[in-house]
């Protein structure tokens, strides 16, 4: 019973956490509803909090508070590290607990009391990369490096020194604040590894995902082949179908099945419902940004291009209302003309509004190369490596 416990509290924490992090930092998230309960889940709940700490304890809890927020979330700082590590450690656990007595089973082989175990293991050593690997840092000895294999396309990055690190600032890259350093092909700053996601780290940070992903789909597939091993072990069917005399169908027996499951395997049903739901938000997570990696734009990037392409479309609207606008004054100056058909004026109108913005993306050099830069960084690269020692 304790088992169960443990398992409901810690599936609605880790949810509570995995879709208010996911949230924040993944634009398909940020339509109004869910923007809202983000929103709740972070600064509204939070500001409650606050005031509730200047109510009970007056100004002096509330700078203990503003301490505790700055070194949480302004701050490099290993807590979500961590609830990363229980996350993973207590669902092996519960799993371990709860249906290991079942491997061997009818269905399953006693292989994967093992490999989950090597799986979980894999996971936690693409953690350990992602977070304690250099993401690609930029400073005075290979600043030169990056800017040539960064060229500026003058468009949403043009040349520019980056005010704390006094150095130029390579294209794509971006000063973190958190850790306080410009990083090379800037992604973000992920709080889950308390590193920045960048050149050099993108491709564990994918992995890291990925790996997840399977591991959560591995478990499923684990526990229901376990479930149904029970099923044949214990001859659930043959017992309905003859000593409960229940049809021998689909549709009256799987009610009665899963009932039974329920009753029995709560735990399990639990776990697959829990590891279902991770499933999805890791498959939209991966799929977010396998698209990003295949058109060679970082998150970073995504939202400068947002930013530019509505700021052109802007622009070109109000050229053309000062061009309709010139337009028909010069149709007022010229009464004495024979007035122009309405179609041809609807058509020349549209003409002018319809000025197409384009992102032009010039670090895009196709799918191939792409994944190519993702997997081999050009600062791992012998060529960037000589004109290291050229200059050095
Ligand atoms: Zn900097
Ligand atoms: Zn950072």
Known sequence: ?????????????????????????????QGTFIQRIHFFLTFG??????????????????????SAE??????????????????????????????????PGYYISGIHRYTSFLAVGVGIILFLLTSFSDPGVVNSSNVSQYLSAYPYDNIIFTEKECHTCKIPKPARSKHCSICDRCVA???????????????RNTRYFMA??????????????ALALILAGRLKDLQVVHILTVYYDIENSYRELAPLVLQWLLNSHNTQILVMVFLAVI??????????????????????????????LSWQTKVNEAKASAAALKASLGEL???????ESKWKTFFSRSHLEEVEVVKNNIYDKGYLHNIYEIVAPFST??????KKSKTG
């Open 185 to 199: 092909r800037f992604d973000h700053h992920c709080a889950w590894m308390n590193n920045c996601i960048g050149e």
């Open 1 to 29: 019973m304790a088992v169960q416990w443990l398992l409901v509290c810690h599936g609605l924490v880790t949810l509570l956490v995995v879709v208010s992090f996911l949230c924040g930092q993944w634009p398909i998230f």
């Open 279 to 308: 499933t999805m938000l890791l498959a939209g997570f991966f799929t977010y940004h396998a698209k990003l990696c295949l058109t060679n734009t970082t998150t970073n990037e995504s939202f400068k291009w947002q930013e530019y």
């Open 45 to 66: 709940a939070y500001d409650y909090f606050r005031r509730f700490v200047l109510f009970s304890c007056g100004s002096r809890g509330v700078d203990a508070l503003h």
């Open 70 to 103: 700055y070194y949480c979330c302004d701050r490099p700082n290993p807590i979500i590290q961590l609830i990363y590590l229980l996350i993973i450690g207590t669902t092996y656990y519960i799993i371990a607990k709860s249906s290991f007595i079942y491997i």
């Open 208 to 221: 890291f995902i990925l790996w997840h992903f399977l591991i959560c789909i591995y478990g499923i597939a």
């Open 333 to 339: 100056s010229q009464e004495k003309k024979p007035p």
């Open 381 to 386: 690269r012998r060529s960037f490596l000589l």
